[in-house]
């Protein structure tokens, strides 16, 4: 027998999910057509969203080939207000969650893995 809580553990967890997935592609449609053109943005790709605090904000994770990630990630915490803003014009629900990014070096860690697996095999 399934328990109650259990159940609606679950669906919380599904829902944050869906909240997350929605507002990463909403807010990479926002990049993508408000901020095409820029020099620091332009370049940066949603790889992943996660729902924290009750649905209360989403932490959204880019990557960017730009070498300065710093400048990257002071522009996009700049422009935090205005994407929000164009996210509650896009978003069909009562509350708009904060948006919070962060960095994601997942691709340059598993280069690095590579290098060294690499230069393992050359020994």
């Given at each position: 027998?399934?328990?109650?809580?259990?159940?609606k553990k679950q669906n919380n967890?599904?829902?944050?999910?869906?909240?997350?997935?929605?507002?990463q592609t909403l807010?990479?449609?926002i990049l993508r057509s408000q901020f095409g053109d820029d020099e620091?943005?332009?370049?940066?790709s949603l790889v992943g969203?996660?729902?924290?605090g009750g649905l209360q904000f989403v932490?959204?994770?880019?990557?960017?080939?730009?070498?300065?990630?710093a400048d990257v990630q002071r522009r996009l915490?700049?422009?935090?207000?205005t994407i929000r803003y164009e996210l509650?014009?896009?978003?069909?629900?009562?509350?708009?969650?904060?948006?919070?990014?962060?960095?994601?070096?997942?691709l340059e860690r598993a280069a690095r893995i590579d290098e060294i697996f690499a230069k393992l095999n050359e020994k």
């Open positions: 027998m399934v328990n109650a809580n259990m159940m967890s599904n829902r944050a999910e869906r909240v997350a997935s929605k507002v807010v990479a449609e620091l943005l332009g370049g940066v969203a996660v729902a924290h932490r959204l994770f880019f990557y960017s080939h730009n070498k300065n990630i915490d700049q422009e935090t207000k509650a014009a896009r978003m069909n629900q009562k509350y708009v969650p904060e948006i919070r990014f962060e960095y994601d070096d997942t």
